[in-house]
């Protein structure tokens, strides 16, 4: 069944061509497609669904019916209670017996939950109670600790109380030392002043006598009769004041009357002075002995009056290990040495005794000179330090930081006022002992060896390694005046050079076994000579300046003079 289009024709709709139908047909044979389509993924929930609410409304009817009978049971069991007359069955006593029990048993448990829970706050309590109780162990541990600490400081505090206790006391024990030889001192300048004047009161008195004798006579008496006869009344008493205080020399360097020097130039003796290897030698100031020192640790003492005649007269033993620095007392009584064991050593002459030994250096020592009439030490290390040493008491009476290894020194005067030590960093410095830090510096050339004062105290000579050369200073100007060089000179870790007792001469060993020497009035080298066959590390003038003795590396010592 068709309807006509709007132009009147018969022709059926498009729809009804399409679908081959009515369109009520046609839409609602779409709803049921569509509708299968969405209900078809839900069929199976569906399905369950209305399956488990018809078991809930079975459940629900039983429990209905479990709740009546419940209440009617209930019901019967007041009435029971109210009237006993009735009788119960075993079911009903059976519940009542199984109430009763589960009323206790409820009971029971709210009283064990109650327990429960006081257990469990006391168990916090408990917790709580131990988390102090580590807390309180940690604090204790750490109030140990430091109480440890402040036991160590209070320990040191202590420790250094006591020193600066024992220092005090040292110190006003060195005070009254002091007082006391400041006014000895003082005491022996008005001795000699009162001497002094008494002597030119004499001689005044003298003068007059002998000038009113003259005119009585009419004579003259020379002068020089005149002071014969003065000093020939009073030269006992001069001679006792002078032994009785210390000697008229005003500096320690001034040793016997000496005419000019000379070079020698022939070996006049060889000796094998010593087990090993030679580092140091030294005269007396009388120039009747000198020592010499090496690697075998012993220091030998030389008879020396009569050069070229040398005899062994002692051998000083102590130390345990190379001797590297010698010096003699100005009265010939008492020998110092430096070594690698780090100890200064004096020893007594007569009787090779070990008088004092000074310990206080890191390092071997390199260095010790006798200075303020032998009364005090001077000594120089490796370990960068000057220290100065009372020779009495045996004590360090100041150390001093060089900031470089000590090679050598020299006292330019003798209470010590002015020191000149030479180090490895080339640089000469200028002490006074009673400050810590250095005056002035000089630097030179190269590593510094050896530092040698003239007898007239006026100039320097330094030997520096690096450069192979001799520094001839002039003190007064504070500057090199000139540099002694030659070919083939070549220096030594240990090499020392000396000056002749005049002055005029500067003669130091070289490596290849050469002796070289330079006149410091004409600044030129005068003579080499070769006799050593090993390196020559020292040569030493005698103080007469008529010989020197040369040391060989090889256990030897040379004795040089003018005459075969």
Known sequence: MGENSKDGSNQPATWEIVYGGTWSNVFQEKLRERNTREIEPYRDF????AVLYGTLDQYCGKIKKLDYENLKRQEDIKTIINDPGQSLTENDKNFLSLQQENIQLLRQNETTQKEMLRVQMRLREVAKKDMQIVELEERCHRLDQENGILKDELTTLHLMYKKLEEDNRKLGFENTQMLEKILLHKKEEVDMVNMHNETMKKLKEHHMFYELESARREESIS???????LFSVNNDTIQRSFDGTRSLRSNSRCRLNSGPAIIPSHV???MDAHSSELY??????QGTMFATGGADKAVHLWKSTNLPGVQKIGTLSGSTAGIMSIDIDERDQYVVAGSNDSAVRVWQVAGSQVRSTFNGHDNKIYAVKFYNHSQRLVSGSHDRTLRLWD???????RTIFARSSC???????????SIVSGHFDKRLRFWDERQDTSSHEMLLEGRITSVDLSFCGKFLACSCKDA????????KLNQAIATFTAEGLRMGEHTRCSFSPDGQYIAVGSTDGNIFVWNTRTLKREETTRQHTSAVPVVKWHPLGQSFVSLEKN?????????P
């Not at 002068?223 to 006869?229: D, G, Q």
């Not at 140091?280 to 100031?285: E, T, V």
């Not at 020779?391 to 009476?397: L, M, P, Q, R, Y």
């Not at 090679?407 to 006022?417: C, I, M, N, W």
């Open 46 to 49: 569906f399905n369950n669904f």
């Open 468 to 475: 192979s050369a001799i520094k001839f200073i002039d003190l």
């Open 391 to 397: 020779v009495k008491s045996s004590k360090n009476i």
């Open 407 to 417: 090679h050598d020194l020299a006292v330019l005067s003798e209470t010590g006022t």
């Open 555 to 563: 256990k030897k010592f040379f004795v040089w003079t003018d005459t």
């Open 280 to 285: 140091s030698l030294a005269f007396s100031y």
């Open 268 to 270: 006049s003796e060889k």
């Open 223 to 229: 002068p020089e009769a005149s002071l014969s006869f």
